[in-house]
């Protein structure tokens, strides 16, 4: 996972040093030419890629902390586990959570929590001030204690 958290570091400013945005995705999706699409879906996201060209299809009743979540999930599906050539379709929250499951989810954590807003703020504040669920929070600091990031 250390070698995982290095290759995205590399690859997205800021990652785990500041809370990423929805416009941060927005420019790594055109820096690395993503097209997303936005609509209702039976599942919250997933990412895909068709005749050479990636996309990323986000269900469009989803806001604020757990768009952002699925947002950089399916960027980090992208980043990680896209295949040389062919068709390939990852989906968010369906099935068991396989290694490309859970390093996803710990990439999309740490976008929206990086370790220096950790070392920074007490966890009720982060519930309280900036809304995270104490879910998603357990699951941040299991992030940390288990990979040190």
């Given amino acids: 996972m250390r070698l995982i958290s290095e290759k995205i570091r590399n690859l997205i400013f800021g990652w785990n040093e500041r809370p990423l945005t929805e416009r941060d995705f927005y420019q790594l999706c055109k820096r690395f030419k993503v097209n997303v699409v936005e609509m209702p879906l039976r599942t919250n996201g997933f990412y895909y890629r068709v005749m050479g060209r990636d996309y990323i299809a986000i269900d469009s009743r989803l806001t604020g902390t757990e768009k952002l979540l699925v947002q950089f999930h ?76």
């Fill in 74 to 149: 399916e960027l980090a599906h992208l980043l990680l586990h896209t295949p040389e050539s062919g068709a390939t379709a990852n989906f968010h929250g369906v099935g068991r959570k396989t290694r490309p499951e859970l390093e996803a989810d710990a990439i999309a954590l740490c976008s929206l929590i990086p370790r220096t807003l950790l070392e920074d703020r007490d966890a009720i504040l982060l519930c309280e001030d900036d809304g995270f669920s104490s879910e998603i929070l357990a699951a941040r600091f299991e992030i940390l204690a288990k990979y040190g990031f």
